[in-house]
């Protein structure tokens, strides 16, 4: 009985620490929720609970800057996202399927070559891509932050080359038998037993290019092509009282599209992260 009573503590013990650490990572959302129902006055008050409840901050918000709205953020978000993260998955898969399948010479040393660029930090290559991107005329335009990520991206070609490698090469002879090329073994073999990968490298690229600023901040300057990461700025005037509860209101409603991205597609999320291609 003691024995039990000892189990029990420690059950409760460790769940007590868990939720401790877990509202303490979670805090910063929480109070932002919180903070955009607040009024001016305690807006940055550390407190998880509102003064006032004022959802005229959301409205407030949306109405944005001049005549654009936030809607008209958004849908530079999503344009700029959603291009960007189709792009990069397609040929990335591609690039996988490559490695993983087909023998070339060179193969395994183009691959560790292609791992090895994992290390060089982003901002080696700012400055030459700037300076090639203003050659071709694309600053203020959607391009420079859509074109470089219809590149394979290393990490999310890892990922995927695991599955690839860990599907019975069987089916890839069962399809030649029945008349299929290189390309439709792509498509009707690979993609399909692959897609746990597939949309695990699609909620990275799609979180990864939302929550993006600095890019947008290199290469966008007009106001209407502002993603919202970069709109959210707009908000901070020094020379004008900072509006902080609209300012929350829209940061709350940016973390919706990754919030619900994450809910609906978190089953493939654990299995492409867990799993390295079929079992059995």
Known sequence: MKMSDNKHL??????ICILTLGLMMFYPVLWMIASSFKGHANALSPSLIPDQFLIQNYFQGWQ??????????????????????????ILSAMTAYGFGRIQFKGRNFWFSVMII??????????????LMFNQLGWIDTFKPLILPKFTPLPFFV????????????????????????????????????????????AIFSFYWTWQDFFTPLL?????????????????????AVTNWGAMFAMATL????IFLIFIFFQRYLVEGIATSGLKG
């Open 219 to 239: 290469y966008i300057q007009s106001t209407e092509l502002y993603p919202v990461s970069l709109a959210l700025s707009l908000f901070a005037d020094p020379q």
């Open 254 to 257: 940016s973390l919706l599209p």
């Open 158 to 201: 890892f990922l995927m080359v695991q599955f690839v490698r860990g599907l019975p090469r069987e089916l890839d002879e069962a399809a030649r038998i029945d008349g299929c090329g290189v390309y439709m073994i792509f498509f009707k073999i690979i993609l399909p037993n692959i897609k746990p990968a597939l949309i695990t490298a």
């Open 117 to 130: 660029t994992l290390l060089f930090p982003q901002q080696v290559v700012m400055i030459p891509q700037y």
């Open 10 to 15: 420690k059950s409760v013990i460790y769940h």
């Open 64 to 89: 944005g800057f001049g005549d654009l709205t936030f809607a008209t953020f958004f849908k530079n978000s999503f344009i700029i996202a959603t291009t960007a993260t189709i792009g990069q998955v």
